[in-house]
């Protein structure tokens, strides 16, 4: 297999176990928190990410992957960035309405797109705005409801939006700035996010819910799906790293759509979640329009893949030009002739001139 082939392989495979990881910690989180009572998402994200860092670091020493230090101060704020977008994702839940914090999710795409197209240039066709509006389309249809704003709450929406669109879009560029893995980026990165979840966790969790997450019961059952979450996040958190530093936060965000569908669907059929009919047309919409992106992005991308070979070969062309004496000896021959002919029409012009 080719290394293209095996690039794409690998891709589809953690766009998979993104898919399929995010699923089963929403429903196994869904248990923890609906039928268990506990409701301590931040202070739970930070033991996610504290196992997850404690997996890596059994991976490393099992050599399963190699560690590669670089810039300590990025990685520290990449790292601090994520875990404050984290809270503030939390905090605007909390503040919010569902169908508000509904919204607030939807904003993350056009806000990257935004930042992506003022801060790094990048260009979007007209054919991925349309399918990326089709998409956002359908999954407000599906999933906003009541939309009721307060100050303190939208303040918190729009700071959570950003901090969430700067963080991926770092977690895309330092992968690529500084040629290091997922895996080493998120070995790295890990203890930060867990150390400013941890430390704010249960001060964001008690002012959210009003009960303090050291008193809680802890059951032998509650434990059990604790540390099932734990685990099943370890796959959630290297998918993620993975996804978009392979390909883009765009594509992350559509790829996070695809779950909150997904969700949906697995809501009403394992746990008889109330569904309806506006449900099931803005999954259908929002389907539609993850497959127009799907398509657009392989279009263009298999497009920008002839233009890279076409240069590339012209490239070589050229240099083989230059490595072959003969035609350099006859283009050499060629340029002094012409020189020549220039100067001695110069040489006339003058003489003319003069005369």
């Excluded at 040629?179 to 704010?200: H, R």
Aim: hydrophobic share 50%; charged share 10%; with cysteine.
């Amino acid at each position: 297999m080719g290394e293209g082939g095996g690039f794409q392989l690998g891709t589809v495979g953690a766009l998979s176990l993104s898919v399929v990881s995010s699923v089963s910690i929403v429903i196994c989180n869904k248990a923890l928190m609906s039928s268990l009572g506990f409701i301590f998402a931040t202070t739970l994200t930070s033991w996610h990410l504290l196992v997850t860092f404690c997996s890596l670091h059994v991976a490393l020493l099992m050599k399963l992957f190699e560690h590669k230090p670089f810039d300590r101060k990025a990685v520290m704020g990449f790292g601090v960035l994520n875990g404050i977008s984290i809270g503030l994702l939390n905090l605007s839940l909390g503040f919010n309405s569902v169908g508000f914090y509904q919204m607030t999710k939807l904003a993350i795409i056009p806000c990257t797109v935004f930042l992506e197209t003022v801060f790094l240039a990048k260009k979007f066709s007209r054919s991925i705005q349309l399918s990326l509006t089709i998409l956002l389309l359908g999954v407000g249809i599906a999933t906003v409801t009541d939309l009721q704003l307060n100050l303190l709450g939208s303040v918190l929406s729009l700071l959570a939006v950003v901090t969430t669109c700067i963080a991926q879009i770092m977690t895309n560029t330092i992968q690529k700035k500084f040629k290091v893995s997922s895996t080493q980026l998120l070995y790295q990165s890990a203890p930060y996010q867990a150390l400013t979840l941890f430390v704010s966790g249960p001060f964001l969790d008690g002012l959210l819910t009003n009960q303090n997450v050291f008193a809680f019961n802890y059951t032998p059952q509650v434990l059990i799906f604790i540390v099932l979450s734990c685990l099943i996040s370890v796959s959630v958190n290297f998918s993620t790293f993975f996804v978009i530093g392979k390909t883009s936060p765009v594509t992350y965000q559509v790829l996070g759509h695809l779950k909150t569908c997904l969700v949906l669907a697995f809501g009403y059929v394992l746990l008889h979640d109330p569904f309806s009919w506006r449900n099931i047309f803005g999954i259908l919409v929002a389907i539609v329009g993850m497959v127009f992106y799907s398509y657009f992005c392989t279009t263009e991308g298999q497009q920008k893949a002839r233009e890279a070979s076409s240069n590339v070969l012209q490239i070589s062309q050229a240099k083989d030009v230059e490595s072959d004496p003969l035609i350099r000896a006859e283009t050499g021959a060629g340029t002094n002739d012409d020189g020549a002919a220039q100067t001695a029409q110069v040489w006339s012009s003058n003489k003319d001139l003069h005369a």
